[in-house]
C-alpha cells in the first residue's frame, strides 16, 4: 500500500518563501512520477509541477521560475519549493504519484494513483 503524508503549509506573506514536503512509503521511490496539485476555495484541482523518475520537471505557467520541485531518493520525499508567492498561489496542495504516466498526461489529476492528504497554504492579501 502506497501512502503520502504532506508537510510544511502554513501561512506565507506575499514574496515569502515556504517548503512543502511529501514523503512516500510503500512505493519503489525512484520509479515513479511526483506532483504537486492545488485546489483554491471555490476553485478545481490545478496541476502546479510534477518531476518524472528520469528527474524531468515540469511546472503551470502560474509558478514557473517560482516554484521548484525536487525530490530525495534516500529520504523518499518529494518537495515543493515555493518562492516569491502570490496570494493566487494559495489553496490546498495535495502530492500525487503515479507509476506509470505518459507525459502528455503529466498534468492530468485522474491520472495519478497515489494522493496525499493536502496542507493548506495562505497568503494574506
Known amino acids: 500500500q502506497v501512502h503520502l503524508v504532506e508537510s510544511g503549509g502554513g501561512s506565507v506573506q506575499t514574496g515569502g518563501s515556504l517548503r512543502l514536503s511529501c514523503v512516500i512509503s510503500?512505493?519503489?521511490?525512484?520509479?515513479?512520477?511526483g506532483a504537486w496539485f492545488r485546489q483554491a476555495p471555490g476553485k478545481e484541482r490545478e496541476f502546479v509541477a510534477a518531476?518524472?523518475?528520469?528527474?524531468?520537471?515540469y511546472y503551470s505557467d502560474s509558478v514557473k521560475d517560482r516554484f521548484t520541485i525536487s525530490r530525495d531518493g534516500t529520504k523518499k520525499t518529494l518537495y515543493l519549493q515555493m518562492n516569491n508567492v502570490i496570494p493566487a498561489h494559495a489553496g490546498v496542495y495535495s502530492c500525487?504519484?503515479?507509476?506509470?504516466?505518459?507525459?502528455?498526461?503529466?498534468?492530468?489529476?485522474?491520472?495519478?494513483?497515489?494522493w496525499g492528504q493536502g496542507p493548506q497554504v495562505t497568503v494574506p492579501s
Open positions: 510503500g512505493a519503489t521511490f525512484g520509479t515513479y512520477t
Open positions: 500525487a504519484a503515479s507509476s506509470g504516466i505518459i507525459l502528455s498526461s503529466l498534468r492530468l489529476a485522474r491520472q495519478y494513483d497515489f
Open positions: 518531476i518524472r523518475k528520469t528527474g524531468h520537471t
